[in-house]
């Protein structure tokens, strides 16, 4: 199996594990609604644009809350996570996505599901996910920092670092350790959630938490 294809198997786990109503960390969505946004982001070109696009986003937002409130039942959810464990069709373009689009996606929301009802201790990770959770971070996560006016290093758990955003003119650089899931969910804005620590000025730190909750 492809490592996506693993993380699609642990997501939909994930999501059998808990009632439909069950919190998780995307505000305002419970189980129900997270499973159905995975089915949309692959079964609905407008949805998958909406996602992108912010001319769309109240669209896509509508069909994800009209495909959960069929999942309210527990019949309904079972079928609802049953299309989130089946791949998309061929004609979407995420059926040709694979691990690009699909390794991250579905890791960070096995965890939202995972830590939605409080603090979840960590999954420990095999070493060949990590890797590609790595490559991929270091590869976008500048992305999700480019908001920021502080500098930040990533510091894994074995000692590996990655100087993933430069200051600005008048700010400093914050250090964030953690293992390599822990520190793909800070970067995608579910530091709140994650077991890492950050180390800089006070007022840096203070300024990039405000910019990434933690």
């Given at each position: 199996?492809?490592?996506?294809?693993?993380?699609?198997?642990?997501?939909?786990?994930?999501?059998?594990?808990?009632p439909?109503?069950?919190?998780?960390?995307?505000?305002?969505?419970?189980?129900?609604?997270?499973?159905?946004?995975?089915?949309?982001?692959?079964?609905?070109?407008?949805?998958?644009?909406?996602?992108?696009?912010?001319?769309?986003?109240a669209?896509?937002?509508?069909?994800?809350?009209?495909?959960?409130?069929?999942?309210?039942?527990?019949?309904g959810?079972?079928?609802?996570?049953?299309?989130v464990?089946?791949?998309?069709?061929?004609?979407?373009?995420?059926?040709?996505?694979?691990?690009?689009?699909?390794?991250?996606?579905?890791?960070?929301?096995?965890?939202?599901?995972?830590?939605?009802?409080?603090?979840?201790?960590?999954?420990?990770?095999?070493?060949?996910?990590?890797?590609?959770?790595?490559?991929?971070?270091?590869?976008?996560?500048?992305?999700?920092?480019?908001?920021?006016?502080v500098?930040?290093?990533?510091?894994?758990?074995?000692?590996?670092?990655?100087?993933?955003?430069?200051?600005r003119?008048?700010?400093?650089?914050?250090?964030?350790?953690?293992?390599?899931?822990?520190?793909?969910?800070?970067?995608?804005?579910?530091?709140?959630?994650?077991?890492?620590?950050?180390?800089?000025?006070?007022?840096?730190?203070?300024?990039?938490?405000?910019?990434?909750?933690?």
């Amino acid at each position: 199996m492809t490592w996506h294809e693993v993380g699609r198997a642990g997501l939909a786990d994930a999501l059998r594990a808990v009632p439909p109503d069950a919190p998780t960390l995307c505000e305002g969505w419970q189980a129900r609604h997270l499973a159905a946004h995975v089915v949309l982001r692959e079964h609905s070109l407008t949805v998958g644009a909406g996602l992108a696009v912010p001319a769309l986003a109240a669209r896509a937002e509508d069909a994800i809350a009209r495909l959960a409130d069929m999942a309210t039942t527990e019949g309904g959810y079972r079928d609802l996570v049953a299309r989130v464990a089946a791949p998309p069709p061929a004609w979407h373009p995420m059926s040709w996505a694979g691990d690009l689009a699909n390794v991250v996606e579905f890791f960070v929301h096995t965890e939202d599901v995972r830590r939605g009802g409080g603090p979840t201790p960590p999954r420990t990770l095999d070493p060949g996910l990590a890797d590609v959770l790595w490559r991929h971070l270091v590869g976008a996560g500048g992305l999700r920092l480019r908001r920021s006016p502080v500098g930040v290093v990533l510091v894994r758990d074995d000692g590996v670092r990655r100087h993933l955003r430069r200051a600005r003119d008048g700010f400093g650089t914050v250090v964030v350790r953690g293992a390599v899931g822990e520190l793909v969910l800070f970067a995608f804005g579910r530091g709140a959630a994650a077991d890492v620590t950050l180390a800089g000025d006070p007022q840096d730190v203070e300024t990039l938490t405000e910019r990434l909750p933690v």
